[in-house]
């Protein structure tokens, strides 16, 4: 029995070598559980393993339709069928794996090569492109022993593939990728400078921390200029160091990062009820509820304080009357008395402002906070002018002296509101920068 049930896999094999599918459904129609076999084993050799090596398309297309699980099936040495394929530059085939089932383009192999880091190393651009849009998350399997795809499209030498690569990075907004280390506590830049790969260098340097260092405490700039004389790597040094103490400050351990006092974004943060450092998936998903929750409250009292001055409690009066006198009114003023309309602009204002600066918190750093930030400005600035016209004619020269400083009052409250969220998150982003430590340790609004 057991002799026999070799001789069908046997087959079986001998049938996926010819690509001949009318035979497998023979055999399929001869032992309807012959492709059920490898799911009951963790590591063998299957079918579409044979196929993928030798190319046969078509069959390769069949089986993996019948049995799409096939396709995930490591082999002995730690292969799957998409490896085999692109081991063997069968291209067809690698395509139309990619059209059955696209995250096969991040499945683990032996030493965690993934299909996208065989292509990234072949350096074919336009498999890479197909590779990168059909399965847009692999953006979180690109590691494989700490080295990612863009490390082993420079440590190949193909350019190509590298600006493909640095091209998607941008576009999905992962430029924090380019600062990741391998095992050797090598960046991009560093492995660019190693094998003196300028070209590399010139696409990186105003996107990578350049000041990096690896396990041996060089930066790239040390790798490169030991190619140079000593006297120009000593200048050099010593110019780079009084611009990174003059410009930049000098570089940290995260261990330095940690130890020092938590900046103010950071405080603004915890008091918000969200995380500064990415920990687990599930911390993430918790503070994006928590930012959303606090997002959309905050807007409701914006809305509703803002609405509230445009249509303030009992109106406001249609016509002239006595214009001259103590009780008088203009047409469009509003019907309080000076005094309850000023306690009601205060009491609003307060809701109103401090709902603008929460706001102003948890949309700084996402795409096009700085257009939102000049939008809040404006909308500040609005609210001055929705009033200015329609507040109550004072009577007095205590009421004189108030509406006197209230030009003065709102744009000072506004400026107040919109400087220091923004100068705290341009120092909090550049002591961030000054950590010499994989970014993906840290977290950005937009993570939140």
């Known amino acids: 029995m057991a002799s026999q049930s070799v001789n ?35 590591f063998c050799e299957t079918p579409l393993h044979v196929a993928a090596e030798k190319g046969k398309t078509h069959f390769a297309m069949e089986l993996m339709t019948l049995k799409p699980s096939l396709a995930l099936k490591l082999n002995v040495s730690g292969f799957s069928p998409m490896h085999f394929a692109l081991q063997n530059n069968h291209i067809r085939i690698v395509r139309g794996f990619l059209a059955i089932d696209s995250s096969l383009v991040s499945i683990k192999g032996r030493g965690r090569i993934t299909p996208l880091h065989y292509v990234a190393q072949l350096g074919n651009v336009e498999l890479l492109s197909e590779f990168l849009f059909a399965c847009p998350s692999s953006v979180e399997d690109l590691t494989i022993k700490c080295e990612t795809a863009v ?19 941008r576009r999905v907004n992962r430029e924090e990728i380019l600062d990741w280390k391998d095992e050797d506590g090598n960046t991009v830049f560093h492995i660019a400078a190693s094998i003196n790969q300028t070209e590399v260098m010139k696409l990186l340097r105003s996107t990578v921390k350049v000041r990096a260092k690896n396990l041996d405490g060089k930066t790239a700039m040390d790798i490169l200029q030991t190619h140079k004389s000593p006297i120009f790597s000593i200048v050099s040094r010593i110019f780079r160091s009084a611009k990174e103490k003059l410009l930049f400050g000098p570089s ?41 929750a606090i997002l959309v409250v905050a807007v409701l009292i914006v809305t509703a304080t803002y609405q509230a001055g445009l249509s303030p409690p009992g109106g406001y009066w249609q016509d002239d009357y006595a214009p001259d006198s103590d009780n008088g009114h203009t047409a469009g ?9 000023l306690f009601f602009y205060i009491c609003n204002g307060i809701a109103f402002f401090s709902s603008l600066y929460v706001i102003m918190v948890l949309i700084i ?12 400005g404006a909308l500040g600035m609005a609210n001055y002018a929705s009033f200015s016209n329609t507040f109550p004619t004072s009577n007095g020269s205590f009421q004189d002296i108030a509406v006197s400083l209230v030009p003065f009052v709102y744009p000072v409250i506004t400026g107040f509101l919109l400087s220091p969220p923004f100068f705290a998150f341009i120092s909090h982003r550049r002591r961030q920068q000054q950590v010499d430590f994989p970014a993906r340790y840290f977290s950005s609004v937009q993570k939140l």
């Not at 351990?253 to 020092?260: C, D, F, P, Q, V």
């Open 8 to 42: 069908i896999y046997e087959r079986l094999n001998m049938v996926a070598q010819d690509g001949d599918i009318e035979r497998l459904y023979e055999l399929i129609a001869e032992y309807p559980n012959i492709l059920d076999h490898f799911d009951n084993v963790s």
């Open 151 to 169: 490390h082993i499209a420079v440590k190949s030498h193909q350019f190509m593939a590298f600006k493909v690569l640095l091209g998607w990075v």
């Open 365 to 376: 750093g996402l795409p096009m906070w700085m257009v939102l930030y000049g939008s809040i």
């Open 333 to 341: 003023q509003m019907t309080m008395s000076f005094n309850l309309a």
């Open 252 to 292: 940290m351990t995260l261990a330095g990062y940690l130890s020092r006092e938590p900046s103010t974004t950071e405080e603004l943060n915890k008091l918000l009820g969200l995380n500064s450092l990415s920990k687990t998936r599930h911390g993430s998903q918790e503070s994006n509820d928590f930012r959303n």
